[in-house]
């Protein structure tokens, strides 16, 4: 199932990127797109609505406390 | 969240500010031979105030082992600097590095912003009428079937069909299209266009999220997803360049020296590593990663503002080369209603006589060539008795007078002589005898022509129409714009034919314009399809690389010259990105200039410029 996400705090489309391929990496979520423009993540996944952003979160752990990503 | 007096008063500001005052300090009493550990203490803090958020976010970087991260590599750059004795430098680097991200975070927001509003033509209150009550809503809350009322001024909440009243509808948000159109019941309103004057009834038709306004928006925002040929180019550069640049500094700064000495030379430290930090400052390709997709998002969020909705980037690569346009006739290139071009009456009739027998047999007929006479003669008599001939015309009473209006077959039939090469769509005969003949056909769209004359300009080298209509009826439109091709009587299949024709040619890309209720796998087919009319049909807009919201073709060229402009922006930005950088590292690797100053100001300076310029795609209103 396809989930879209607010993703706001990062810096450029290249930081995007990375942090993009950090969430298509986690168990569970079969694929993660950024659109660094329009702020919006989108996240293929099983997973239930609210482990799903906590995972999500978890992820972008390693990326500066400015990054936020909320539920849409 | 702290609460900030201005959004353009961050907290980057300060530091560049306290910065730059403390590196002026730290400059000054160098220069006046203030003691060497208070001029160094002086550089420390400036260095601590422009970079310790650059710092805590490289922690991070190290943590998740990205050492490739700007962040990182910047702290590397500017600690260096200190490494090797250059103060002033390297608390330049960090200050100019802020600064370029400070206004890079603000152009970025700020075309956001003016994209945001560009699309801002979601209603979200609407006032439903239940019971003879007025209770003003939520659009998403609104059903299929509820009755609303729309007010003057007020947004259309939802797609909905008028039940009374009369009004002024401002398509323009959504359509691009600036001269309002009269609705009244039966009327189909969009969602996002505006009510002039008058009080409208409707029920609506569609709920909100299945609504025209919410269709364009989700159109534009998932058209960011398909890439153009310069995002992705500026993608797969920047996954090498940062690596490679990095190996060469690190070349440069460690590997040369050893080698030098290894060969008995002096290693010269100092300069190697200054040459290596100088590449370290050019290493960030963000500027360059900003402002290509930032161009197209200008393109395409521009070009929905006036009613273009392109589907990615990459759409407009391939609309910015087409070579062959091909139009459906009807509705696109013509009115798509019938009127009377030319009456020829026999020799001794009158024009009126003529005008007005017809009219009054066609009277009560649905035929829309029927209507167009009609219009002519309105004041014309009822028949007595009609009799229609199934592909041939009609026989007619008309106050006693058997009168005859169809085809030459029909005339043919009922013994009636006409002059030789009698030219016209309708024959008329009263009596027997010959009155005339009348020329209907679908009249040419005023701005057709200059469209053409504009796809043209634009380099298209051929326009073409392939129609379903007959070719008496498609020739007089195809001569009258001087189009370059004409494929008359095809079925959709044919169309499909013809475009598949025209691909094979390989002569440039093939852009084919339809209505898309009936050509969707012709609009899929060819290399630009072009639906035009809106958003109404879900094959369309599925198969279409670009919807034309409004159905008037001179939005065509424009688009054209938005894709076009949009991907020269795009490549403006890449040519002198990439050539500014080149020349840094040139310059310091050959030893002509490793001053970092130079480096770091060239680099954030491009940016800032390459940024500007991709801004400026947004602003399509006078192309």
């Known amino acids: 199932m396809k989930t879209k996400f607010s993703v706001t705090g990062l810096d450029c489309p290249n930081c995007a990127a990375k942090l993009e391929g950090l969430i298509g990496k986690v168990k569970g979520i079969d694929s993660a797109k950024i659109n660094f423009l329009s702020e919006k993540l989108t996240v293929e996944s099983d997973l239930p609505a609210g482990d799903l952003l906590a995972a999500i979160r978890e992820a972008a752990k390693a990326f500066p406390d400015k990054v936020t990503i909320d539920a849409l | ?623």
């Open chain 2, 1 to 623: 969240m702290k609460k900030r007096l201005s959004p353009y008063l961050t907290h980057e500001v300060w530091q560049v500010l306290f910065g730059g005052l403390l590196l002026l300090a730290g400059v000054l009493a160098e220069r006046f031979g203030a003691p060497g550990p208070a001029v160094l203490a002086v550089f420390l803090v400036a260095l601590a105030v422009a970079g310790y958020t650059v710092w805590l976010d490289a922690i991070k970087g190290i943590l998740r082992r990205d050492l490739l991260d700007e962040k990182f590599l910047m702290t590397v750059a500017s600690v260096g600097a200190f490494v090797i004795g250059s103060y002033a430098e390297g608390v330049a680097v960090m200050l100019f590095f802020l600064a370029g991200e400070y206004f890079e975070h603000q152009a970025v927001a700020r075309s956001r912003k003016s994209i945001r509003a560009l699309m801002d033509v979601r209603p979200d209150r609407a006032i439903r009428l239940s019971d003879g009550i007025e209770e003003e809503i939520d659009a998403d809350d609104l059903s299929l079937g509820d009755t609303v009322v729309i007010r003057p001024g007020d947004r259309v909440p939802v797609d909905c069909a008028v039940l009374d009243g009369r009004a002024l509808i401002d398509a323009a948000s959504l359509t691009g299209e600036s001269v309002p159109v009269e609705v009244g019941p039966g009327s189909a309103l969009s969602s996002g266009t505006v009510c002039r004057n008058g009080r409208l009834i409707a029920r609506v038709e569609r709920v909100a999220d299945e609504s025209a306004a919410s269709r364009v928006l989700s159109l534009v925002e998932d058209a960011n997803e398909a890439k153009s040929r310069q995002e992705n180019f500026i993608t797969r550069f920047s996954r090498v360049y940062t690596p490679a640049v990095v190996l060469a500094a690190l070349l440069m700064g460690i590997g040369v020296p050893l080698i030098l000495l290894w060969t008995g030379h002096a290693p010269g430290w100092t300069d190697w590593l200054h040459r290596a930090l100088t590449f370290l400052v050019v290493s960030c390709p963000c500027a360059l990663v900003i402002s290509v997709p930032l161009s197209f998002f200008g393109g395409i969020g521009g070009a929905a503002s006036e009613g273009i909705l392109f589907k990615g980037g990459n759409r407009m690569n391939a609309l910015a080369h087409v070579k062959t346009v091909c139009c459906d006739k009807t509705g696109t290139l013509t009115e798509g209603k019938f009127e009377v071009r030319a009456i020829t009456p026999a020799e001794g009739v009158e024009r009126e006589t003529l005008l007005s027998l017809a009219a009054s047999a066609e009277r009560n007929s649905t035929h829309p060539i029927a209507a167009a006479i009609r219009e002519l003669a309105p004041a014309a008599p009822s028949p007595a008795s009609v009799e229609e001939r199934a592909g041939r015309g009609i026989v007619a009473d008309v106050n006693g007078r058997r009168v005859l209006v169809g085809s030459k077959k029909l005339l043919a039939e009922e013994g009636v002589s006409m002059p030789d090469g009698a030219q016209g769509s309708v024959f008329v005969a009263s009596n027997g005898q010959y009155l005339g003949s009348l020329t209907v056909g679908d009249a040419v769209r005023e701005e057709s022509r200059d469209t053409v004359a504009r796809l043209r300009r634009h380099g298209v080298r051929r326009i073409g129409m392939l129609t379903g209509d007959t070719e008496e009826n498609a020739k007089p439109v195809s001569d009258a714009l001087s189009l370059d091709f004409v494929r008359a009587s095809l079925l959709p299949d044919g169309k499909y034919k013809a475009v598949e024709d025209l691909i094979a040619e390989r002569n440039g890309s093939v852009l084919y314009v339809g209505d898309g209720i009936n050509d969707a796998p012709v609009i899929a087919l060819a290399d630009v399809g072009v639906a035009m009319g809106g958003v109404g049909s879900d094959a369309a807009i599925e198969a279409a690389d670009l919807v034309i919201m409004s159905d008037k073709l001179d939005r065509l060229p424009k688009a054209i010259r938005i894709a076009r402009r949009t991907v020269s922006i795009a490549r403006q930005n890449i040519v002198f990105a990439l050539a500014v950088k080149l020349a840094i590292l040139i310059l310091s690797a050959t030893g002509i200039n490793t001053s970092m100053w130079l480096a770091v100001f060239a680099d954030v300076g491009v940016a800032v410029i390459a940024i500007l310029n991709a801004m400026r795609a947004l602003r399509v209103k006078r192309l």
